[in-house]
Protein backbone atom coordinates (compact mmCIF):
# COMPACT_ATOMS: atom_id res chain seq x y z
CA UNK A 1 0.00 0.00 0.00
CA UNK A 2 1.47 3.21 -0.74
CA UNK A 3 1.44 6.55 0.79
CA UNK A 4 -0.33 9.69 -0.37
CA UNK A 5 -0.02 13.07 0.53
CA UNK A 6 -3.42 14.85 1.96
CA UNK A 7 -4.45 18.05 4.40
CA UNK A 8 -6.44 17.02 7.13
CA UNK A 9 -8.42 20.28 8.46
CA UNK A 10 -10.32 20.68 11.68
CA UNK A 11 -13.18 23.46 11.85
CA UNK A 12 -13.96 24.49 15.94
CA UNK A 13 -17.28 26.54 16.25
CA UNK A 14 -20.04 25.51 18.70
CA UNK A 15 -23.71 24.38 18.19
CA UNK A 16 -26.13 27.70 17.25
CA UNK A 17 -23.35 29.50 15.39
CA UNK A 18 -24.59 30.88 11.98
CA UNK A 19 -23.42 31.94 8.61
CA UNK A 20 -23.71 35.61 7.45
CA UNK A 21 -26.91 34.19 5.88
CA UNK A 22 -28.38 33.22 9.31
CA UNK A 23 -28.32 29.42 8.56
CA UNK A 24 -26.71 27.01 11.00
CA UNK A 25 -23.05 27.02 10.33
CA UNK A 26 -21.91 23.36 10.86
CA UNK A 27 -24.42 22.68 7.69
CA UNK A 28 -23.84 25.62 5.79
CA UNK A 29 -20.39 23.80 5.59
CA UNK A 30 -20.99 20.71 5.89
CA UNK A 31 -22.92 21.09 2.67
CA UNK A 32 -19.97 23.74 1.09
CA UNK A 33 -17.65 20.76 1.53
CA UNK A 34 -20.04 17.67 0.69
CA UNK A 35 -22.27 19.28 -2.64
CA UNK A 36 -19.70 21.51 -3.47
CA UNK A 37 -16.18 20.90 -3.19
CA UNK A 38 -17.27 16.85 -2.93
CA UNK A 39 -13.84 16.32 -0.08
CA UNK A 40 -13.28 12.99 0.54
CA UNK A 41 -15.21 12.78 4.00
CA UNK A 42 -16.31 14.93 6.28
CA UNK A 43 -16.81 14.00 10.18
CA UNK A 44 -18.72 16.38 12.71
CA UNK A 45 -17.66 15.68 16.16
CA UNK A 46 -20.12 16.96 19.68
CA UNK A 47 -18.01 18.13 22.01
CA UNK A 48 -19.31 17.62 26.01
CA UNK A 49 -17.50 20.30 26.91
CA UNK A 50 -15.44 23.23 25.88
CA UNK A 51 -14.13 26.50 26.51
CA UNK A 52 -12.31 29.12 23.72
CA UNK A 53 -10.18 32.13 23.64
CA UNK A 54 -12.59 34.04 25.54
CA UNK A 55 -12.78 31.62 28.31
CA UNK A 56 -16.68 30.97 28.30
CA UNK A 57 -17.56 27.80 29.25
CA UNK A 58 -20.18 25.24 27.00
CA UNK A 59 -21.35 22.46 28.94
CA UNK A 60 -23.61 19.67 28.74
CA UNK A 61 -25.34 19.52 32.11
CA UNK A 62 -28.84 19.46 33.39
CA UNK A 63 -28.81 22.92 34.72
CA UNK A 64 -28.61 24.87 31.21
CA UNK A 65 -31.08 25.24 29.19
CA UNK A 66 -29.35 26.65 26.30
CA UNK A 67 -26.22 25.34 25.87
CA UNK A 68 -24.04 26.02 22.71
CA UNK A 69 -21.72 22.61 22.73
CA UNK A 70 -18.26 22.66 20.82
CA UNK A 71 -18.48 21.14 17.02
CA UNK A 72 -15.34 20.17 15.40
CA UNK A 73 -15.88 19.22 11.63
CA UNK A 74 -12.70 17.55 10.42
CA UNK A 75 -11.81 16.58 6.77
CA UNK A 76 -9.18 15.75 4.91
CA UNK A 77 -8.66 15.80 1.04
CA UNK A 78 -5.76 16.26 -1.87
CA UNK A 79 -3.67 19.73 -1.39
CA UNK A 80 -5.08 21.35 -4.07
CA UNK A 81 -8.74 20.70 -3.01
CA UNK A 82 -8.59 21.80 0.67
CA UNK A 83 -6.44 24.81 -1.02
CA UNK A 84 -9.81 25.50 -3.25
CA UNK A 85 -12.27 25.19 -0.07
CA UNK A 86 -10.31 26.58 2.27
CA UNK A 87 -10.51 30.80 1.79
CA UNK A 88 -14.36 30.34 1.92
CA UNK A 89 -14.41 28.27 5.25
CA UNK A 90 -12.09 31.26 6.52
CA UNK A 91 -14.88 33.77 5.32
CA UNK A 92 -17.28 31.89 7.35
CA UNK A 93 -15.82 31.39 10.99
CA UNK A 94 -14.17 33.82 13.49
CA UNK A 95 -10.32 34.11 12.89
CA UNK A 96 -8.18 31.25 14.64
CA UNK A 97 -10.92 28.06 14.52
CA UNK A 98 -9.36 26.22 11.19
CA UNK A 99 -6.27 24.45 11.89
CA UNK A 100 -4.92 22.36 9.12
CA UNK A 101 -1.40 20.24 8.53
CA UNK A 102 0.02 17.74 6.17
CA UNK A 103 -0.30 13.99 6.66
CA UNK A 104 -0.21 10.35 4.82
CA UNK A 105 -3.23 8.56 3.76
CA UNK A 106 -2.87 4.72 2.64
CA UNK A 107 -5.54 5.83 0.00
CA UNK A 108 -5.95 3.57 -3.10
Known amino acids: MSAKSVTMVRVYIKEGDKDTDHHDLMR ?61 IQEMVPPGHIVYWSAQCGCN
Open 28 to 88: SIFKLLHEQHKVHGVTVFRGVAGFGSKGEVHADDLLRLNVHLPLVLEFYDEPEVVESVLPR
